[in-house]
């Protein structure tokens, strides 16, 4: 099976089956996205989503939040990993997008990565889910993943795995494959123990079809 083959059947599984794929993320607005999107940083959706509904409200935009002391945002966030550091990150990118984008999300990877606790990943997952961009964000479901059934050659950084991908996968269906490879890693193909006779692409999985053929002829 070549590179292309197994790309193009999985991306046509994922597209029948799984048509409209969404971020986990609960949120309302841009702005909100992305504090919701730092916060998730080593933190599980469902935790990030406990937290937000009382953030979003007490902090509606950038000028509210830019405002705001660590004391005050710590304790909305305190719950979450890595909470003192993620409590600077938001309030200091609330204070940038008020001194130098007027309080909007840019929309543009090299502006997005200039605010604090914004690194490519969060750029990328801001660009696909706000502006349906043709942005791979990387994060360790999508690296393991693509490693996994071989959509990347044993990729060994998050670059690396997001050049492939974006080799492969047509423009147009790019945000899409962001979060089908997401859910599919969250949710069968996880980390210690993947579902493989519950996935939905295992026949064109490297890892799958490898092992199975191992076992066909032991």
């Not at 080593?42 to 406990?50: A, P, S, Y």
């Not at 909007?104 to 990328?124: F, Y």
């Amino acid at each position: 099976m070549t590179k292309k083959e197994r790309f193009a059947g999985i991306l046509d599984t994922f597209s029948r089956l799984m048509p409209d794929p969404r971020t986990e993320l609960d949120y309302d607005t841009p702005f909100h996205l992305l504090l919701a999107v730092i916060l998730s940083a080593q933190c599980t959706d469902k935790r990030v989503n406990i937290v937000t509904p009382a953030l979003f409200e007490a902090y509606p935009d950038a000028r509210t939040l830019a405002a705001a002391t660590e004391e005050e945002v710590y304790e909305f966030i305190k719950s979450v990993t890595f909470p003192n550091n993620k409590t600077r990150h938001l309030i200091n990118a609330a204070r940038m997008l008020e001194a130098e984008f007027g309080g909007e999300i840019p929309s543009d990877i090299d502006s997005l990565m200039r605010l604090p606790g914004v690194g490519r990943k969060t750029a990328n997952v801001m660009l696909s889910v706000v502006w349906n961009k043709a942005a791979m964000a990387v994060d360790t479901h999508v690296f393991r993943v693509s490693n996994r059934m071989g959509l990347t050659d044993n990729a060994k950084t998050p670059l690396q795995t997001e050049t492939t991908l974006m080799k492969y996968i047509p423009t147009p269906l790019v945000a899409k494959a962001h979060h089908w490879l997401i859910l599919h890693g969250r949710y069968t193909c996880t980390a210690r123990r993947p579902s493989c006779m519950d996935c939905m692409v295992k026949q064109w999985c490297r890892s799958y079809t490898s092992s199975h053929k191992h076992n066909e002829i032991s």
